[in-house]
């Protein structure tokens, strides 16, 4: 069965602090990795990364994908409090059928 | 405006009472699935579709079932709702290896 785990389960950090969310994955036939944010309602993209080592930015955020280690980084820089969230990262196989979650981590932002 | 849309978005009903939650995608995306999500646990797959007529049961299928007669529409269906049922539901839909759009959700109780 595929298992993917985050960690830590939770966190909470100042503005303007860094945070760095860990995700480790056992996939089967894995193609990609996919990470989300949730703030109180429906998840929304982040990132999908499919080849390793190779850095995905999107303003203050950036993840990276380990391939021969199966995690996944996700950073933050410079938090606000609109970071807040739950974020989850998610693996893809490549029959594309099914994505398995992990359990998300809470990131708390306090002014 | 690309979307999913779920109905309804709230519901409270009693034990054993027949329900149906619906779906329904504007984006022509071949796979459709139906997530719950509790405290902890993640977002978990309850079933997918890969097309009209095509569905499979994903890591938490007791007690639902679904249906795919259209590509736009896929429907989650609980027959005889029990209390351990009380979640958060999502539907998502996505086309390919690609990103993952999920509906605004339904939080359901069941008494």
């Known amino acids: 069965e595929d298992k993917v785990v985050q960690s830590p389960l939770s966190l909470v950090v100042h503005e303007g602090d860094t945070v760095t969310l860990n995700c480790s994955y056992e996939?089967?036939?894995?193609?990609?990795l996919l990470w989300y944010k949730q703030e109180k309602k429906a998840p929304t993209f982040l990132f999908m990364l499919?080849?390793?080592?190779i850095e995905k930015k999107s303003g203050r955020l950036s993840s990276i994908l380990d391939k021969k280690e199966l995690f996944s980084i996700l950073n933050i820089t410079a938090t606000q409090t609109g970071d807040s969230a739950v974020y989850l990262c998610a693996g893809m196989p490549s029959n594309d059928y099914k994505l398995s979650f992990g359990a998300g981590t809470t990131v708390t932002v306090r002014a | 405006e690309a979307q999913v849309t779920q109905n309804p978005r709230y519901l409270i009903t009693v034990t054993g009472k027949k329900l149906t939650v619906t779906c329904s995608q504007n984006?022509?995306?071949?796979?459709m699935s139906w997530y719950r999500q509790d405290p902890g646990l993640g977002l978990r797959q309850i079933y997918y579709?890969?097309?009209?007529?095509?569905?499979d049961k994903g890591d938490v299928p007791e007690g639902y079932k679904v249906s795919r007669k259209e590509k736009r529409n896929f429907p989650l269906i609980l027959e005889s709702p029990s209390p351990n049922q009380t979640s958060l539901y999502f539907c998502a839909s996505r086309t390919g290896s690609l990103e993952q759009y999920f509906g605004p959700g339904t939080r359901l109780t069941v008494t």
């Open positions: 984006m022509n995306h071949e796979y």
């Open positions: 579709s890969m097309n009209v007529e095509v569905t």
């Open positions: 996939v089967t036939n894995f193609r990609s």
């Open positions: 499919t080849s390793s080592g």
